[in-house]
């Protein structure tokens, strides 16, 4: 039975001046889609457990932020070294004072409903910190793990790259 000549040059394709023109449309705008817009993630590590598996793979929306703040709750994508990325969820914006007392987490001195940290125990002490201007403060959702394996802390809102989609 013949194939249709559509069908052969679909999977065949002429290896002409149009056929090279559309290729490198296609890889343009694949990079300015992965550079701008989502970017392809693997977490590497339990920091984020029980919301996100060690491993998992997590498309990074950039966009997010590009009209718009973090705000406290969010998780996030921070630029790290090079390619390297933290994921972490803020927990306090500029001007907001962090503390952690008995595992518990204080923002400007009450106690924070945390539903996502909850499902770990944590014993936790970290003495009261005010969040610098421009910065936010973020953190992993497994508090179970000991807080010296954490990396925490205030950083520069302008780091923060996007949100995971899921």
């Known amino acids: 039975m013949p194939i249709s000549e559509s069908v052969q040059n679909f999977f065949f ?13 296609l890889a343009a705008a694949t990079f300015l889609f992965c550079r701008f817009v989502i970017t392809p993630a693997w977490t590497n590590g ?23 703040s973090p705000k406290p709750g969010d998780v996030v994508a921070v630029r790290y070294i090079g390619q390297q990325m933290f994921l ?6 500029a ?8 595992g518990v987490l204080f923002i400007d001195g009450n106690e924070c409903e945390e539903p996502w940290a ?11 910190r005010v969040v610098p201007p421009g ?3 973020i953190i992993g959702d497994n508090r179970a793990m000991p807080i010296s394996e954490h990396y925490f802390g205030h950083v520069n809102a302008r780091r923060i790259i996007g949100t995971p989609l899921w």
Request: charged share 15%.
């Open 118 to 128: 909850h499902l770990t125990p944590c014993d936790w002490e970290l003495a009261p």
């Open 13 to 25: 394709p002429r290896l002409n001046r149009w056929f090279f023109i559309r290729l490198s449309c």
């Open 135 to 137: 910065e936010v403060y």
């Open 46 to 68: 339990a920091s984020m457990l029980p919301t996100y598996q060690n491993h998992q793979f997590l498309p990074v929306l950039r966009c997010r932020y590009w009209f718009s």
């Open 95 to 102: 001007g907001q004072t962090v503390a952690f007392h008995n």
């Open 88 to 93: 972490k969820r803020v927990v306090a914006i």
